[in-house]
């Protein structure tokens, strides 16, 4: 993979929007807590890592700045749909508990990560259909 400083500056801008949106989280988190927690300590510890690591990653894909050009996206993009598949699966199959005395158990963390994988194959057959489309068009043109 080749690393410019396009790649770079768009990873530290990401990162710093990031970092600013988990700290947004954690304060509202808090806030939310002062009274009488939402969720489990290991669901709010979960969404405070998982949302901004999606805000990274799907900034980064659709910036050029997380992925190869030219690579197997749609592979990558299949197989993490599949790993969300299953963990839905196993979530529906399992007899889930989804609260208990007003509060989001640990059991939607495994739904929660099904989710993300759903989305992130998603994002990435997404982002191997534009560079098909942009590399077809290429063709066209020359």
């Not at 910036?63 to 749609?74: C, D, F, S, T, V």
């Not at 007003?102 to 099904?114: E, F, P």
């Amino acid at each position: 993979m080749k690393y410019d400083e396009y790649q770079l500056f768009t990873r530290y801008r990401l990162g710093y929007h990031t970092m600013f949106l988990t700290e947004i989280l954690i304060v509202i988190n808090i806030l939310l807590c002062m009274r009488r927690p939402w969720a489990s300590i290991m669901v709010q510890m979960t969404a405070l890592l998982v949302l901004p690591g999606l805000y990274f990653i799907t900034g980064a894909v659709f910036r050029n700045a997380y992925l190869e050009i030219g690579a197997r996206h749609w592979v990558h993009g299949l197989c993490s749909m599949g790993i969300g598949l299953l963990g839905i699966l196993v979530f529906t199959v399992s007899d889930p508990v989804l609260l208990q005395d007003g509060m989001v158990t640990d059991d939607v963390i495994q739904l929660a990560v099904g989710i993300c994988w759903l989305y992130l194959g998603a994002i990435l057959l997404i982002k191997a259909y534009l560079n098909f489309r942009g590399e077809k068009e290429g063709e066209e043109q020359a």
